[in-house]
């Protein structure tokens, strides 16, 4: 489905209703793949944003301190109903994974380092990593246009994994040369 197929946004929630949403995400997600997770639930279930919407407030969420899911719901929650909807939605993400790692942490220190605990903290990050590409895919395929832009993309990796360029670093000469890239060209454009 392409941008243009985007079905359209839905009105904005009640405050139960978008407690309720980011309650279920917040307990049925895991890891890094959440940002797919996300999109699905708030662009193609919810279509509470458009892929449009969606990329912009991802960008902004991982460019601020703190988890993805977290800023997400806070950007989110303010978009669709103010600073209490950004309230609410953060409160919704966050409790499910807070009980649950009150809980581990109780379990872990009961038991943590058997091979059963190693073997599903296994199986969770190469589900992970799976989920994280997916949403590479879906999200590249909609933003990346040019050729430039996926040699944005593999430099700004190439610097973060192999000379281990912090990411802040990476990003912030990565975004100044793209805006520079992709700059207006026409004399008469201000």
């Known amino acids: 489905m392409s941008v243009a197929d985007t079905p359209p ?6 405050l139960g209703k978008l407690f ?8 049925t997600s895991l890891g890094g793949g959440v940002v797919g997770y996300l999109r699905t639930g708030l662009v193609v279930r919810q279509r509470w944003l458009d892929d449009l919407s969606f990329v912009e407030l991802l960008s902004i969420s991982q460019t601020l301190p703190g988890l993805n899911a977290t800023n997400m719901s806070i950007l989110v929650g303010d978009r669709l109903r103010g600073g209490l909807g950004a309230l609410v939605a953060t409160l919704g993400m966050c409790l499910p994974g807070a009980s649950l790692m009150i809980a581990a942490g109780f379990a872990y220190g009961a038991g ?20 994280i ?25 190439v610097a973060v994994a192999f000379f281990k360029v912090p990411v802040p670093y990476a990003l912030i000469v990565a ?12 004399k008469d454009v201000p």
Do not use: E, N
């Open 20 to 27: 309720w949403v980011f309650l279920v995400m917040g307990a």
């Open 133 to 157: 590409v997916v949403v590479l895919v879906q999200l590249g395929a909609k933003t990346l246009k040019t050729v430039a832009d996926y040699v944005f993309v593999v430099l700004t990796a």
């Open 112 to 131: 943590g380092d058997g091979p059963w605990s190693k073997a599903f903290l296994h199986g969770i990050a190469a589900g992970a990593v799976g989920l």
């Open 175 to 186: 975004g100044i040369v793209a805006i520079w890239w992709h700059r207006p060209r026409d």
């Open 9 to 14: 946004v839905a009105p904005p929630p009640s």
